[in-house]
């Protein structure tokens, strides 16, 4: 069974990078029958916040993409501890006592001398003595995992395709701070075992952690940690890049609010994120089972994929005149029925604008100073209204008959004595919206002046 994952760390909203690789992960989940897990990586006391969480929770509920379980790290540190101590037992992890200013000298040196920056594990170097001395005097230490460097790192990545690493060009990672606090790569590799997660599918930031993490795999199961020897397939996506280069702030980091302030159908960001950066077009698709079932990673490019805010609007417009008025109907103005909302949705990208467009059905509406010709016009066709079963039809031919005018000369002196504009939503509709009575009654206004 497919088992995937999002997992963000609680430490900001999400942005819209996040949310596709959310997104991206629920499809994938969904496509194959499996589950979605919802992994709440708050390993980091300092910076994690629960309104983050909340927020978090907030913006997928928002979005539609409802985890199948919800999983919180800080609640399986002991798990965690386990799995290190396996480590510790085959020898995989050692402490480290370097402090931050000296690996940064460490690293400069390497730079200066053109080597890549890579730990040069003097701390394993350190004789039991050393160790005892540093323990004995209160030094606590930091842990580092133990890369193999005779085991080559490679994988098929599900959008990079055949990946390799070799493991002596990296740095062995920290995977522990001194006060004990976990840093992000090992609880996941735990996680992601303990988990049964079948597909790792994150941003391609994520490469070179993943080549380690791919050790911490075969050195945790060789442990004995973990009933599952299965390695996950991972899939790196492109990164998300905005029209100019960079994701605005607006809609790089401020989760869900910002789309949906602007008036964002959640199922035009669905749209939109589902298909951008793949081979396949970017279309108004409101079914979402249907963004499902042509989800396929072989389609995913490797370049990065552009969010145009343009875009995001056109899809946006496009998914509005879709929507039903059951799914909008707690967003509009009171009164505005099933025949309101289709009059209206056509004319509209935002659902908010449907309040100002419903405004000339409700009334009151000032309609402008008509010429005297206008004004008999408009009298007359006071007195031709009838009501039938398409009055703005039967209104409009009997004043072509009757008066000769056509075109505009028939229309807008209407719309305009109808509406107070002079453009708008279908007269057809609008006006049996308005209803016989108050239609009139705008006609005569109108030619009274
Ligand atoms: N918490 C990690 C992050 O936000 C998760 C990465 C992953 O998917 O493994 O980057």
Same mark, same amino acid.
């Given at each position: 069974m497919t088992v995937t994952r999002f997992a963000p760390s609680p430490t900001g909203r999400l942005h819209v990078g996040n949310i596709r690789t959310a997104l991206h992960n629920w499809m994938l989940a969904r496509k194959a029958g499996g589950r979605f897990l919802l992994r709440i990586d708050d390993t980091d006391a300092a910076r994690s916040r629960e309104e983050y969480v909340t927020a978090i929770r907030a913006d997928l509920a928002w979005l539609g993409?409802?985890?199948?379980?919800?999983?919180? &790290?800080?609640?399986?540190?002991?798990?965690?501890?386990?799995?290190? @101590?396996? /480590?510790?037992?085959?020898?995989?992890?050692?402490?480290?006592?370097?402090?931050?200013? @000296?690996?940064? /000298?460490?690293?400069?040196?390497?730079?200066?001398?053109?080597?890549?920056?890579?730990?040069?594990?003097?701390a394993l170097a350190l004789s039991a003595e050393d160790r005892a001395a540093k323990e004995a005097a209160g030094d606590r230490p930091h842990w580092r995992f133990l890369l193999n460097h005779e085991e080559p790192i490679a994988w098929q990545d599900g959008v990079r395709g055949p990946q390799k690493f070799d493991p002596s060009q990296l740095s062995d990672p920290v995977v522990r701070r001194a006060d004990g606090s976990w840093l992000y790569m090992l609880p996941s590799a735990v996680d992601d075992?303990?988990?049964?997660?079948?597909?790792? /599918?994150?941003?391609?930031?994520?490469?070179?952690?993943?080549?380690? &993490?791919? &050790?911490?795999?075969?050195?945790?199961?060789?442990?004995?940690?973990?009933?599952?020897?299965?390695?996950?397939?991972?899939?790196?996506?492109?990164?998300?890049?905005?029209?100019?280069?960079?994701?605005?702030?607006?809609?790089?980091?401020?989760?869900?609010?910002?789309?949906? @302030?602007?008036?964002?159908?959640?199922?035009?960001?669905?749209?939109?994120?589902?298909?951008?950066?793949?081979?396949?077009?970017?279309?108004?698709?409101? &079914?979402?089972?249907?963004?499902?079932?042509?989800?396929? /990673?072989?389609?995913?490019?490797?370049?990065?994929?552009?969010?145009?805010?343009?875009?995001?609007?056109?899809l946006n417009a496009a998914i509005v005149h879709q929507l039903e008025h059951a799914e909008v109907a707690d967003r509009l103005p009171a009164g505005m029925d099933e025949a309101g909302w289709h009059a209206i949705r056509p004319n509209i990208a935002h659902v908010g604008e449907a309040a100002h467009w419903w405004r000339l059905v409700t009334g009151p509406i000032a309609a402008p100073a008509f010429d005297a010709d206008d004004r008999a016009y408009l009298a007359h066709a006071a007195d031709l209204l009838t009501w039938g079963d398409d009055p703005w039809h039967a209104l409009t031919a009997a004043l072509k008959q009757t008066t000769g005018r056509k075109g505009k000369q028939l229309f807008l002196p209407l719309r305009q004595a109808l509406t107070g504009m002079d453009h708008g939503p279908e007269m057809a509709q609008l006006l049996g919206l308005i209803g016989a009575e108050e239609a009139r009654a705008r006609l005569r206004n109108a030619a009274e002046g």
């Open positions: 993409i409802v985890p199948d379980g919800e999983e919180r &790290q800080s609640e399986r540190l002991h798990i965690y501890e386990e799995a290190f @101590e396996a /480590l510790r037992a085959a020898g995989r992890v050692y402490p480290c006592w370097e402090t931050a200013h @000296e690996l940064e /000298l460490k690293r400069k040196i390497a730079l200066g001398r053109g080597l890549p920056p890579v730990y040069d594990r003097a075992i303990r988990m049964g997660i079948t597909h790792v /599918l994150r941003g391609e930031d994520h490469v070179s952690n993943t080549a380690s &993490q791919i &050790q911490m795999f075969t050195a945790l199961h060789a442990a004995g940690f973990g009933a599952a020897n299965a390695m996950p397939m991972f899939a790196h996506e492109a990164l998300l890049v905005g029209s100019e280069g960079k994701l605005s702030k607006r809609f790089g980091s401020l989760g869900c609010d910002a789309f949906r @302030e602007r008036g964002i159908e959640p199922a035009a960001l669905i749209a939109l994120l589902a298909r951008l950066g793949t081979s396949l077009p970017v279309e108004p698709i409101a &079914q979402r089972s249907m963004l499902v079932e042509t989800f396929d /990673l072989a389609t995913f490019g490797r370049a990065p994929a552009r969010f145009d805010e343009a875009e995001l609007e056109r």
